[in-house]
Nanobody, 122 residues
Framework: QVQLVESGGGLVQAGGSLRLSCAAS????????MGWFRQAPGKEREFVAS??????NYADSVKGRFTISRDGNKNTVYLQMNSLKPEDTAIYYC?????????????????WGQGTQVTVSS
């Protein structure tokens, strides 16, 4: 079982930056692929970024602006978000899957955090 706790959300002006963190419990963090998803009001939850051992993947909408990384010593995955836009406003969720293959499909992730709100004002 893995427990995920996100932090770092908040209110920021367009063009600003935020860094989200996701702390994972358990001693097998290094064997999980990790992902970030987001859900805006009235919309489905969508893929943002994922990371395996070192390989990464990004949604086209965030490519070049967001960076996903992981720290095995801290059992934490990060999402650095730069050049934020109002359309990035959403609840951001951290997710983990039981192997290191990265995926954009939310149904392939077994564990989810509670989410953290990101609001970008224009």
């Amino acid at each position: 079982q893995v427990q995920l706790v996100e932090s770092g959300g908040g209110l920021v002006q367009a063009g600003g930056s935020l860094r989200l963190s996701c702390a994972a419990s358990g001693r097998t963090f290094s064997t999980y692929a990790m992902g970030w998803f987001r859900q805006a009001p009235g919309k489905e939850r969508e893929f943002v970024a994922s990371i395996g051992r070192i390989n990464t993947n990004y949604a086209d909408s965030v490519k070049g602006r967001f960076t996903i990384s992981r720290d095995g010593n801290k059992n934490t995955v990060y999402l650095q978000m730069n050049s934020l836009k109002p359309e990035d406003t959403a609840i951001y969720y951290c997710a983990a899957r039981d192997n290191l293959a990265i995926s954009i499909r939310r149904n392939e992730y077994s564990y989810w955090g509670q989410g953290t709100q990101v609001t970008v004002s224009s």
